[in-house]
């Protein structure tokens, strides 16, 4: 992995490169990671996976160990398959150096509150779930839930970001690291939520009808971004942006 902005460097630490922000007072620093082919599709055949390699996976789980929470959407969550975060015995290392726990929870947006709690993602998580959910899910649903995870409600009829963002602040959370899906990722630009966004351009063209990496209706306004830096590794450009 070499750097190419700010400044060049080879076998560069990736771990610097993407080190923690500063956040607004009371609430933790929000990372978005996406994928997205050279033409902009998120996905190939409804899944992420075909436009990564070996480099972005390197990334993706730098930015993973780097997260006091994961935050993913439920459709996502189910799409991709999601299992527990897994890191590397040198990111765990790292982790404990740092003063966190060997692997952050993975938290779920979730408005109706039914997921497979019997999936290893539950089951075999070693950092205990979190459900984001409103008080419109069914009672029972949340109860079942809670068995497996803890239940946070944000909300009425729906999940409140700026309100689940808050919860995971009261819970510790310094960093959030928000990996989509692209709906879910368009809410918080438009609640004002994202401090940075790293994207992982794939050297591929992709066609098709994926989605952007933000899917929402316009943000009112062109929100402006300051480039941090760029690494590239195997054709892939990793590219980090402040808000």
Known sequence: MRRLFPSAEDDVDLAGV??????????????LNMVASVDGATAVDGLSGGLGGPADHHV??????LADIILVAAGTMRAEG???????????????????????????VTRGCRLDWGSPFFTDAAARPIILTAAAAAAEDRERAA?????????????????????????GARSVLVEGGPTLNGQFAAAGLLDEVCLTLS???????????LASAQLGSVSPLSLASVCEDDGFLFLRYLV
């Open 18 to 31: 993407y080190g923690p922000g500063q956040a607004a007072p009371g609430r933790p620093w929000v990372r």
């Open 60 to 65: 993706f789980a730098t930015l993973r160990s």
């Open 82 to 108: 999601y299992g527990p975060a897994r890191l590397t015995s040198a990111l765990v290392e790292a982790r404990r150096r740092r003063g966190q726990p060997d692997v952050p929870p993975i938290a779920v």
């Open 147 to 171: 068995e497996v995870a803890d239940v946070v409600l944000a909300g009425t009829d729906g999940v409140d970001l700026g309100r689940a963002i808050a919860a995971l602040a009261d819970r």
């Open 203 to 213: 050297p591929r063209l992709a066609g098709g009808s994926a989605l952007r990496i």
